[in-house]
């Protein structure tokens, strides 16, 4: 039991902190090797890190400052326990940044889920709009080519009007890829507004997607919708939401966070799984616009819309498989058993 917690927040933060250098030294360095006495020093670290998690367990006036230490313990004990493959330096590499993208998303489902709501909500929103007032597809609608007629679009498509990407595509889809990239870069940056900025460009960029969905399904082109939206957009919007997800992480280490660190201290602390994150999304958004510029842009008759909508389900759902169920089987074998040493 602690008798004076005050006291022992401030004699045991050094150990901590140093204990959490040593474990960020080895993640950004996995192949380098400790001399004798820098293990006999991490490993003393560890054990008072458990000691101390063990005391501070039994005060329930410092929530934060537990959830520091378990998560601080648990990532002590994965480099100490850990069953480690021998794989050589490159490919072993190329594991490693497959693995921590889906680890790292899911670190913050919380966030990701806070960027669908916000979306959902635009989608609804600007949806209900078009449904009680036509005059609104004109506001919401930010391109000109989507206030025609989606009858009148469709026959276009279909008749082969997209051919004239065909001596272009290559052009086309870099500067989606492009675009994209720079786009999600400023969702995840403007979370340094609080998550204001993130949350508006959300809310927006759900708009115009409900708009485009209500207009095209109101005139009966449901259909061409899901063939045209589909192949790319299953990977496309969620690496914008990923993006936005991001974006809240920021917000969080920069509003709250652990306030016993320093501004500098927490955005340290997630500054590792922000760059995972947006480097996860750039490669999601260089296949999205490979997928937009050689796959979606052709219709039927000489795609078939059900092709399209197959592959686009495919993606989905293994794109699902890799944030939701890659890297767990890791994350399980590594995780500490309370009273262990």
């Not at 400790?34 to 020093?41: F, K, M, N």
């Not at 490993?43 to 400052?65: F, N």
């Not at 920021?250 to 501004?263: C, D, I, Q, T, V």
Request: with cysteine; glycine share 8%.
């Amino acid at each position: 039991m602690i008798i004076d917690l005050p006291r022992f927040l401030i004699e045991e933060q050094k150990y901590w902190s140093e204990l959490e250098e040593q474990l960020d030294q080895m993640e950004r360095e996995p192949t380098a090797r400790l001399s004798l006495e820098q293990v006999r020093r991490f490993h003393y670290l560890y054990q008072r890190a458990c000691a101390d998690l063990v005391k501070i367990q039994t005060s329930a006036h410092e929530p934060a400052v537990c959830g520091y230490l378990e998560l601080l313990v648990a990532r002590a004990y994965s480099e100490i326990y850990e069953s480690r493959q021998r794989v050589h330096g490159g490919r072993r590499k190329i594991l490693s940044a497959f693995g921590a993208f889906p680890r790292a998303f899911r670190r913050h489902l919380q966030a990701f889920a806070l960027s669908v709501l916000l979306t959902l909500a635009g989608v609804v929103f600007a949806a209900g709009a078009l449904y009680f007032d036509a005059e609104a597809k004109a506001v919401i609608m930010p391109f000109p080519q989507l206030r025609g007629s989606p009858n009148e679009r469709v026959r276009q498509e279909e008749k082969g009007e997209s051919d004239r990407l065909d001596s272009n595509r290559a052009r086309f889809s870099a500067f989606l890829m492009t675009h994209n990239i720079q786009v999600s870069v400023f969702t995840l940056s403007l979370g340094i507004t609080g998550g204001i900025g993130t949350a508006i460009l959300l809310f927006y960029n759900g708009a115009v997607l409900g708009a485009v969905s209500a207009d095209y399904i109101r005139a009966g082109e449901g259909v061409f919708l899901l063939g045209w939206l589909l192949p790319h957009g299953v990977i496309e919007i969620p690496a914008a939401l990923i993006a936005a997800q991001g974006g809240f992480v920021l917000a969080g280490a920069w509003l709250a966070g652990n306030r016993r660190k320093s501004l500098v201290g927490r955005l340290r602390d997630v500054s590792r799984d922000l760059v995972i994150l947006i480097s996860g999304v750039a490669a999601l958004l260089v296949w999205a616009g490979l997928v937009e510029a050689f796959f979606s842009q052709y219709h039927e008759p000489r795609l078939p819309y059900s092709v399209k909508i197959a592959f686009g389900c495919v993606e989905l759902a293994a794109l699902a498989f890799y944030l939701f169920v890659v890297g767990r089987k890791a994350e399980r074998s590594t995780a500490p058993t309370l009273g262990s040493d």
